[in-house]
């Protein structure tokens, strides 16, 4: 099984201060066909995990431009570049290279 | 607009059973893999089964497998997870998911869930 491991778990943010999330996997997560298999997902208190980015770095639809992610192989990074109120939640990272595993989680509260 | 309805959630017994189903709308059912992912009270996401668009590939977690099945009703425009033998470690709320039109499944819509608990 691929292990995915998440730091920090949880973090305070000032709004407008920019965050970096981290997520690493015990196995390389670029295919054979040339993509790499990382996602990233944010849990808003209350509602359904929603897609932030697919494949490493493309921002699914409607996702403001302030999410970016990025990294290759077994590291990657999800930062966001200012943080606003409507961001907290708990980020989970995903890879889809042998089955389906989720990181444990981020929780991001605004101070 | 991409919606997933789940239903059939509730208190259950262990060792005992459920249909969950999930009632997609919004996009062209029959092409699209799907999926259920559970998350347990306080905790984190646990994915638990895939199928592919045409049924005809499935895959289960370890902790499910034998446990649980995951079919769809192309023509219903449905998808199912029949829940069996039951365990207080089941308790969760299970997610619909549907896959992107990708050769990757990967989840770009999550429905809003429904909870089921295991308790005697």
């Known amino acids: 099984d691929i292990v995915m491991t998440q730091t920090p778990l949880s973090l305070s943010v000032t709004p407008g201060q920019p965050v970096s999330i981290s997520c690493k996997s015990s196995?390389?997560?670029?295919?054979?066909?040339?993509?790499?298999?990382l996602f990233w997902y944010l849990q808003k208190p209350g509602q359904s995990p929603q897609l932030l980015i697919y494949?490493?770095?493309t921002r699914f639809s409607g996702v403001p431009d302030r999410f970016s992610g990025s990294g290759s192989g077994t590291d990657f990074t999800l930062k966001i570049s200012r943080v606003e109120a409507e961001d907290v939640g708990i980020y989970y990272c995903?890879?889809?290279?042998?089955?389906?595993?989720f990181g444990q989680g981020t929780k991001v509260e605004i101070k | 607009e991409v919606q997933l309805l789940e239903s059939g959630g509730g208190l259950a017994q262990p060792g005992g059973s459920l249909r969950l189903s999930c009632a997609p709308s919004?996009?062209?059912?029959?092409?699209?893999?799907m999926g259920w992912v559970r998350q347990a009270p306080g905790k984190g996401l646990e994915w638990v089964l895939s199928?592919?668009?045409?049924?005809?590939?499935?895959y289960y977690a370890d902790s499910v497998r034998g446990r649980f099945t995951i079919s769809r009703d192309n023509f219903k425009n449905a998808l199912y997870l029949q829940i069996s033998s039951l365990r207080v470690e089941d308790t969760a709320v299970y997610y619909c998911?549907?896959?992107?039109?990708?050769?990757?499944?990967?989840?770009?819509?999550w429905g809003q869930g429904t909870l089921v608990t295991v308790s005697s």
């Open positions: 995903m890879q889809t290279m042998y089955l389906w595993t």
């Open positions: 998911v549907k896959a992107a039109y990708s050769p990757n499944w990967y989840w770009d819509y």
């Open positions: 196995q390389s997560l670029l295919h054979s066909d040339g993509k790499t298999y």
């Open positions: 919004g996009f062209t059912f029959s092409i699209h893999a």
């Open positions: 494949e490493v770095s």
């Open positions: 199928i592919s668009g045409d049924g005809g590939t499935a």
